[in-house]
């Protein structure tokens, strides 16, 4: 059975950093696309970062470019998410999803808050 497990969130200050991490588990040939999406209260979720199988192909939503990095480590199945210059409206629960095939796996969330 495939699982994810997110960490690395918590409560920061506007303009901080942290670094989210998503470790997989159970998993048996290689994971396609690797993304983060995100969920703030009262809101759908919504893609925040995707990287391709290589990791050479990357996609961002407009309200993260050049703030937020992804990136994976294909030999751990795992992927990560580097946020920098944090403001309060990224303030959300991020998930961490793969794909393999037709299948996509998703992780428990792990909260960001960010203060003003």
């Known amino acids: 059975q495939v699982q994810l497990v997110e960490s690395g969130g918590g409560l920061v200050q506007a303009g901080g950093s942290l670094r989210l991490s998503c470790a997989t588990s159970g998993v048996s040939g290689s994971i396609h696309a690797m993304a983060w999406y995100r969920q703030a209260p009262g809101k759908q979720r919504e893609l925040v970062a995707i990287?391709?199988?290589?990791?050479?192909?990357?996609h961002y939503a407009d309200s993260v470019k050049g703030r937020f990095t992804i990136s994976r480590d294909n030999a751990k199945n795992a992927v990560s998410l580097q946020m920098n210059s944090l403001k309060p409206e990224d303030t959300a629960v991020y998930y961490c999803?793969?794909?393999?095939?037709?299948?996509?796996?998703w992780g428990q969330g792990t909260q960001v808050t960010v203060s003003s």
């Open positions: 990287i391709g199988s290589s990791g050479g192909s990357t």
């Open positions: 999803n793969a794909k393999q095939g037709f299948s996509a796996y």
